[in-house]
C-alpha cells in the first residue's frame, strides 16, 4: 500500500480524460480501456480504482482512497471533508436554470410559486436562496428536461455543456447557476501523512493542465478544444448521472 | 461468540425478526474488539492522570443554549436534539469541552489554576446514516485552563503523544499549526472585507480550487497570495518558520512564526520534535481556536486521531475570563488504526477452570487464589465427568479426580499452581 498512492476514477464522461490526464502527467500509465474487465489496476507508480462519480469523494474521504478526480458538480452535491487541490479543466459544463420557451420565466419574470426539477437539489437551493427566491424543488434522478412538458415541474436546475438538449425540449436558459470541471481532491490525512506524494501529484497534474491550456482567459469557462460532456451522456443509464 | 467468528446464515434468516435491528451508524462492541476499546481508553485516562490530570464525569445531555455558546452552528446542526418536559431543547453532546468549559465556570469557580480537567466517555451525532462515519464515539481528552503560555500548549500535545504510545499506536504524526496565521495572512493581505470572506470561506472549505479564484483581481500582496496558495505544502520542520519569515514583513504573521519557534523548543525538551510537523497551513476552526492547534495522524487511517489546541475566548461566553488549551482522542479511530497496523485481532483470555466431581470446592478455591495474583479465571458452573486422561486445550485447566491440575495457558502446558503462576508471570513479561 505504501509503494504508491490510491487514486480513484469517476466512471462516465469524465473517465478517459481522467486516465489521460494521469498518463500524460506520469503519474500512472493506464489506458481506459484496461478498465473495461477490472476495477482496479495497480501500476507502479499508483494502484487506480475505477468507481462511480458519486462515490469518488466517499472513497477519498473514508481514506480508502488518497487521492481523487471527480466533477465539481459532485461535490456540490455531497459536501464531503476532504481537500480540493487542483481545477483539472476538463469536463467543463455549468448549472443552469432554464425554462419553456415562451414562459413567464424564460421572459425574465419570476412567478410567486415555482417548482423546479432537479438532480442537484443543494446546489439548486444554493442558488435559489442567494437571490432570495422561494422555489419547491423535485428531486428527480435522470431526464430531468422532461418534467416541464409533463407539467411536473415550471422549470429545471440542471447541467449544460452544449445546450442541445435544453433546445431539443424546448427549453432555454435563464441564469447560470454553476460552473464545474474536474477536480483533484485529496483525503485530509494523506494530505499530512503522505504529503510529499500527494503535493508531488497536484503539482503534476497542475503542471500537464496548464501545459496543455490554450492561453483563454479564466479557468473554469469550456474551453472550446476541449471535448465538452456530451449532453447525449447525461440522459438515464450514464453512471455519471444515476444517483 | 467469541471464536466463533462466523454465524450461521441459514439460522439467522430463519429467525427473521425486525425487533433484532439497530441503528445506522451506531455499533455493538465485542469480544477483541470491545477489550481493546476499553484497554485503550483506561491507557489514555491513566496518562492524563499520570500527568496531573483529574479525571471528571459530565454528563450525556446539555441544553442547547449551553452547547450553543460554546460551538458553531457547524457542529449544533450534527447533534441530536430533543424537547425537555419543559418545552426547553436539550441535546446529546457531540463534545466535551463546553461541559468541561461549563462546570470549570460554576462548580470549580475559584479553583487556583492552572486546573487540570480530563474526561472520557461517548459523543453523539446525528448525521446521516450509510456514510460510513460512526455516529456515537467514544472520546477521551484534557484541557488544561488558566495558563496563556506556550508551556500548556506543549504539554497539551506532549500529554496526548504520550497517551497514544501508551496505548500502543505507532507510527503516529503530529501537525503544529496556529489558528492566528492564516487569518493574519488574510488581514495582511490589502483585501477588502468581501474578498477576505471569500477567500477565508474557501480555506476552510479546504477548496483551493476556490481560494485561487478569490485571489484573482484582488490586490494581495505577492508574498501573501503566494503563502496562502501554497496552504497544503505550508509544512515541514523548524526551517519553514525561517523560509515563510523572509517573506513575511507584518508583525502579526511575524508573531505567531516566534510563537511557533518558541514552541518547538518547548516540544524539543519534551523530546517529541521527531513526530512534529509545523503546519502553517492548517485549517481549524479559527472562530474557536486562539493560539497553537494540533492534529495528530497515523499513516494507517484517513481521519484524525485526536486534535486539540488554544481557545482562550470559550471560557469568557460561560462568564469565566480565563485562558485554555486542550486536546481530544477519538478512542475509536484509535482502535481502528491498532486494528490495521498490527492486523491483530487480540485476544480475551480468561483462563477456563474445570474440574471433576466433588472437586467443586477446591476449585473455587484455586480459582479465588488465581484471580488474587491477577489470572482471570472462568470457573465452569458444573463438574466435567469422563475426561479424565484428555490433553487441556489452550486457556483452559482442569481439576482432576487426584486433586491434580493440568493446564495450557499462553502456548506453555503443565501441571500445578506454581508452574501456572509462573507461566502467567513469564507471558506478562
Request: charged share 25%; net charge negative; hydrophobic share 45%.
Amino acid at each position: 500500500m505504501s509503494g504508491g498512492l490510491r487514486l480513484a476514477l469517476p466512471g462516465g464522461a469524465l473517465f478517459e480524460d481522467a486516465c489521460r490526464l494521469l498518463s500524460d502527467a506520469g503519474v500512472a500509465d493506464i489506458d481506459a480501456g484496461r478498465f473495461d474487465r477490472q476495477l482496479r489496476i495497480a501500476t507502479p507508480t499508483a494502484t487506480v480504482v475505477k468507481v462511480r462519480p458519486t462515490d469518488v469523494p466517499v472513497y477519498v474521504e473514508m481514506g480508502a482512497c488518497d487521492a481523487g478526480i471527480v466533477g465539481k458538480d459532485i461535490l456540490w452535491e455531497s459536501p464531503r471533508d476532504c481537500y480540493e487541490l487542483v481545477d483539472l479543466r476538463f469536463g467543463a459544463c455549468r448549472l443552469v436554470l432554464a425554462a419553456p420557451q415562451g414562459s413567464q420565466l424564460a421572459e425574465g419574470r419570476f412567478p410567486q410559486s415555482l417548482r423546479a426539477a432537479t438532480k442537484y437539489p443543494i446546489a439548486a437551493r444554493r442558488f435559489f436562496d442567494s437571490l432570495g427566491l422561494a422555489v419547491e424543488l423535485i428531486k428527480l434522478h435522470g431526464s430531468v428536461e422532461l418534467a416541464p412538458a409533463m407539467g411536473l415541474a415550471d422549470c429545471v436546475v440542471d447541467i449544460t455543456a452544449t445546450g442541445r438538449t435544453l433546445t431539443a425540449n424546448h427549453l432555454v436558459e435563464v441564469a447560470e447557476a454553476g460552473r464545474s470541471t474536474a477536480r483533484l481532491i485529496s483525503n485530509r490525512a494523506s494530505l499530512k501523512t503522505r504529503s510529499e506524494a500527494v503535493n508531488q501529484l497536484a503539482a503534476a497534474l497542475r503542471r500537464t493542465v496548464m501545459a496543455a491550456a490554450t492561453p483563454v482567459s479564466g479557468t473554469s469557462g469550456p474551453a472550446a478544444s476541449e471535448p465538452a460532456l456530451r449532453a447525449s451522456a447525461l440522459p438515464d443509464g450514464d453512471p455519471g448521472t444515476s444517483r | 461468540m467469541r471464536g466463533g467468528a462466523c454465524l450461521d446464515f441459514a439460522r439467522m434468516s430463519a429467525l427473521q425478526n425486525p425487533a433484532r435491528g439497530r441503528a445506522g451508524g451506531f455499533a455493538d462492541w465485542i469480544g477483541a474488539a470491545a477489550q481493546r476499546r476499553r484497554t485503550v481508553t483506561e491507557a489514555f485516562v491513566d496518562t492524563f492522570a499520570a500527568w496531573g490530570y483529574e479525571y471528571l464525569a459530565t454528563p450525556l445531555v446539555e441544553p442547547l443554549d449551553t452547547v450553543a455558546a460554546g460551538v458553531g452552528g457547524g457542529l449544533q446542526a450534527q447533534l441530536f436534539r430533543f424537547m425537555d418536559a419543559d418545552g426547553s431543547l436539550l441535546a446529546l453532546v457531540g463534545e466535551r469541552t463546553v461541559s468541561v468549559a461549563r462546570v470549570v465556570s460554576t462548580q470549580l469557580q475559584g479553583a487556583q489554576p492552572p486546573l487540570r480537567l480530563c474526561y472520557a466517555g461517548p459523543v453523539l451525532f446525528n448525521r446521516p446514516p450509510l456514510g460510513g462515519r460512526r455516529r456515537e464515539a467514544m472520546q477521551a481528552g484534557c484541557e488544561l485552563i488558566g495558563h496563556a503560555g506556550l508551556a500548556a500548549d506543549a504539554e497539551c500535545i506532549a500529554v496526548a503523544a504520550a497517551a497514544l504510545e501508551r496505548a500502543g499506536v505507532t507510527g503516529v504524526q503530529i501537525d503544529v499549526g496556529h489558528a492566528d496565521f492564516v487569518p493574519s495572512l488574510l488581514d495582511s493581505a490589502n483585501l477588502d472585507a468581501a474578498s477576505r470572506e471569500r477567500v477565508a470561506g474557501a480555506l476552510r472549505g479546504r477548496d483551493l480550487v476556490a481560494v485561487e479564484e478569490a485571489l484573482r483581481g484582488t490586490e494581495a500582496g505577492d508574498a501573501e497570495r503566494e503563502l496562502l496558495l501554497a496552504f497544503p505544502t505550508l509544512r515541514g520542520g523548524r526551517e519553514i518558520l525561517d523560509t515563510a519569515g523572509t517573506r513575511i514583513g507584518d508583525p502579526r504573521p511575524r508573531r505567531v512564526l516566534a510563537d511557533l519557534a518558541e514552541l518547538w523548543e518547548v516540544l524539543g525538551r519534551h523530546g517529541i520534535t521527531a513526530n512534529v510537523h509545523l503546519d502553517l497551513g492548517a485549517v481549524r476552526d479559527w472562530d474557536y481556536y486562539t493560539g497553537p492547534t494540533f492534529e495528530l495522524f497515523s499513516a494507517d487511517l484517513g481521519f484524525p486521531l485526536g486534535a486539540g489546541g488554544r481557545y482562550d475566548r470559550l471560557l469568557a461566553a460561560f462568564g469565566t475570563d480565563a485562558p485554555a488549551t486542550g486536546f481530544v482522542l477519538h478512542v475509536d479511530r484509535c482502535c481502528d488504526a491498532l486494528l490495521r497496523g498490527s492486523g491483530e485481532n487480540g485476544k480475551v483470555d480468561a483462563l477456563r477452570l474445570g474440574y471433576s466431581p466433588g472437586r467443586a470446592g477446591e476449585a473455587q478455591a484455586l480459582a479465588a487464589r488465581l484471580r488474587q495474583a491477577g489470572v482471570a479465571v472462568a470457573l465452569d458452573l458444573e463438574p466435567a465427568i469422563g475426561n479424565r486422561g484428555e490433553p487441556v486445550v489452550d486457556g483452559a485447566a482442569r481439576l482432576d479426580d487426584d486433586g491434580a491440575l493440568l493446564w495450557r495457558y499462553r502456548g506453555e502446558e503443565g501441571s500445578g499452581v506454581e508452574a501456572l503462576l509462573a507461566a502467567r508471570t513469564e507471558g506478562a513479561r
